[in-house]
């Protein structure tokens, strides 16, 4: 038939998955994460086996209109205008590699119905993890201070952590100084006016806002006190992705680190 050998033998390749599976698999994603790009849809896909290129997925999600919405204007919550002491930043420069060696804080405001309330929260550095959180329809050093011993009592640090934050009175109260030093902490400050000095923490703030808070429109303190909570602990810590970590959630992210520490395994520099 003067066919050549290689169209005889030709087989054609078998599919990366099914479009029907992948498409409802990636708008389940969306969904539930929908402030996911394709980069991380793509990295979840991978995890569940779905073996699909990001350029793939990409298209789909622009045909299906699932990209992401564009973000919502800045608005200032630190006031940093107050006669009181202000710490250098003890992170510029520093290697995080460990928990407890940094922690990160930051305030942000959540527009009600009628109101504003008050969210703080403090992270752990190295795996991203919120570890407190307090919220409150008052902006003053009561707030920080429950977020900073809720932390305290999740992690049980011990002294020399850096706890860093903004020049924010909240932070710089003699209530909330005096908290950090009876508990051996060191303090760091971000430099005024420079929010790219506690960028970790404003990006988890951030993530809150655009995959939470402006899904839902909250109207009253309790629709914040009843979803917030479930969003940072079992959503965040436990299942958003997030690329700095390799793409893995905190929480699963802390335990491959504790078991690679526990066998010492020799690819523990990986997860650092």
């Not at 050093?141 to 009592?153: D, N, P, R, S, Y």
Request: proline letters at 5%; aromatic letters at 12%.
């Amino acid at each position: 038939m003067s066919l050549p050998r290689s169209s005889y033998y030709y087989q054609p390749k078998r599919q990366e998955t099914s479009d029907p599976l992948l498409l409802a698999r990636i708008e389940a994603i969306a969904e539930e994460f929908s402030r996911y790009g394709y980069r991380r849809i793509t990295q979840q896909l991978h995890r569940e086996g779905l073996l699909v290129n990001h350029k793939k997925v990409q298209r789909i999600m622009r045909e299906r209109g699932l990209t992401r919405k564009p973000k919502r204007r800045w608005v200032r919550t630190t006031e940093s205008d107050y006669p009181c002491r202000s710490w250098p930043n003890l992170l510029q420069g520093r290697e995080v590699t460990d928990r407890n060696q940094a922690w990160v804080a930051d305030i942000t405001y959540i527009r009600l119905l009628t109101s504003f309330v008050y969210l703080a929260v403090i992270l752990d550095l190295f795996s991203r993890k919120a570890i407190g959180y307090a919220l409150s329809r008052r902006l003053d050093a009561t707030l920080t201070l429950q977020a900073l011993g809720m932390a305290i009592q999740a992690r049980n640090p011990p002294p020399g952590v850096i706890h860093h934050s903004d020049q924010g009175m909240q932070y710089a109260a003699c209530d909330y100084v005096q908290m950090l030093r009876s508990h051996g902490f060191q303090i760091s400050m971000a430099r005024r006016g420079n929010p790219y000095d506690n960028a970790f923490a404003e990006s988890f703030l951030k993530t809150l806002k655009t995959e939470e808070i402006y899904l839902w429109e909250y109207r009253t303190l309790a629709d914040a006190e009843n979803r917030l909570p479930y969003f940072i602990e079992q959503v965040y810590n436990q299942k958003r992705l997030h690329s700095a970590l390799g793409y893995r959630p905190p929480e699963e992210f802390e335990n491959a680190f504790s078991i690679a520490q526990t066998h010492q395994s020799p690819c523990l520099a990986t997860l650092t």
